[in-house]
Each structure stands twice: as C-alpha cells, then as structure tokens.
C-alpha cells in the first residue's frame, strides 16, 4: 500500500524569500508554501498542518502555523493559502509571532540553519475546539485522533 505522503513545489532543502517572514528584518513576503498530500489512511475525516521551527529560543520552540479541520476531501494547500484562503470548515490558531496566518521563517541573525518542520495529520475526526487554542493544546487534542502523518523538513538561516 502506497504511504501517506507530503510534497511541496515551493520547500526543497532551504526556505526561498517568498515564504520567510516579513517582520523583524527578515525580508520575506510571508507567504505560506504549496504544500500536497497523497494516499491518506482510510478513515480520514479531517487533516491538521502544522510549520514547527524546533531549534527556536526558548522552551517549545516556535509554531509557524497550525490549520486544522481540513476537510477530508482536500489533498492540497495552494502556495499562498494563508492569505488567498483556506478550505471552508477549516480553522486556525494563533502562532508564536501573534498572528492567526502563516508566519514564515525568522530565525535570529548569525543562527545556524533553523528547521522548519512541515507536518500534515490525517485524523479520525475533525477536533471539537473553537480556534482559540494555543497550537500545543491543539497537538494533544489530536493525539488520539492520528491515523498516519508525514512531514518536510526545510531549513533557514540568516
């Protein structure tokens, strides 16, 4: 049988401009990557994405973006998704930077490489929670519900 699997055409092993942050110097235009996913485990009702930089300052690490309720028909997010729209029924939470959209790599200047991790989850079911959640309550709410994941690891420096 055929893996759950994440692709990207905007990730190979580096984060390009477009999708860095903004903000603090960085220089990015904020976009959210293409990201698709193909041969979902059976039983999927719904899909979370997350963009996770673990090797951030500070306990935690950073969370980027985390989208969840998904529909279980959608098999792709288009590259600049965060501002363009996401699928209906679909929900955000605030990331690390304050906001409810993707927010791009941004590590601090003189930083080795940070990785961003790209993960998409098939779940069990959709997560009965309003949005207002921080994203690590998110993970442990969707715990139980993981039927497979797959992730892409990029990596940014500056």
Not at 65 to 76: C, D, G, H, I, R
Request: aromatic share 12%; charged share 15%.
């Amino acid at each position: 049988m055929p893996s759950f699997t994440l692709s990207s055409s905007d990730l190979g092993g580096s984060v390009d401009q477009p999708f860095v942050y903004d903000g603090f110097g960085a220089g990015g235009n904020n976009e959210s990557p293409a990201l698709a996913w193909t041969n979902p485990p059976a039983g999927t009702k719904s899909f979370l994405v997350t963009c996770h930089d673990t090797d951030a300052p500070g306990p935690g690490g950073w969370w980027h973006w985390v989208v969840f309720n998904l529909p279980a028909s959608t098999s792709e997010l288009k590259r600049n998704a965060n501002h363009t729209g996401l699928p209906n029924g679909a929900k955000t939470v605030v990331n690390s930077y304050g906001d409810r959209d993707y927010g791009g790599p941004c590590p601090p200047p003189g930083d080795a490489a940070h990785p961003y991790v790209f993960t998409v989850y098939a779940l069990s079911d959709e997560l009965d929670l309003t949005g207002s959640e921080m994203p690590a309550m998110v993970l442990f709410m969707a715990d139980s519900l993981i039927l497979g994941k797959s992730s892409i690891v990029s990596y940014y420096a500056r």
